[in-house]
């Protein structure tokens, strides 16, 4: 069975910066896709940037320049650097895996909160 655990989340200011990480129990070598949604109070989740196997991303565009997406084969986690952090970044931050056959798993979620 597949797990992915995240960490990373908390409060911080704005302006501030977090990373969260996603280690994915097996090997994420096995997966298609790996990324982030988000998921703010009383919205829907939106996906907030994704990495392929081959290194390809993807940003939604409202973080375009201050998240960056990465992940580390060797030890099975993929980042969510987050920088110049915003109160509209506040959201529950879920990491997913895409497998080669489209089946996805899921995090638990992380709070993020960006507050004065």
């Known amino acids: 069975q597949v797990q992915l655990v995240e960490s990373g989340g908390g409060l911080v200011q704005p302006g501030g910066s977090l990373r969260l990480s996603c280690t994915v129990s097996g090997s994420i070598r096995s997966m298609n896709t790996l990324g982030w949604y988000r998921q703010a109070p009383g919205k829907g989740r939106d996906l907030v940037a994704s990495i392929s196997t081959s290194g390809g991303t993807m940003y939604e565009d409202s973080v375009k320049d201050r998240f960056t997406i990465s992940r580390d084969n060797a030890r099975d986690t993929v980042y969510l650097q987050m920088d110049t952090l915003k109160p509209e970044d506040t959201a529950v931050y879920y990491c997913?895996?895409?497998?080669?056959?489209?089946?996805?798993?899921w995090g638990q979620g992380t709070r993020v909160t960006v507050s004065s």
């Open positions: 997913y895996a895409e497998t080669p056959r489209k089946y996805t798993y």
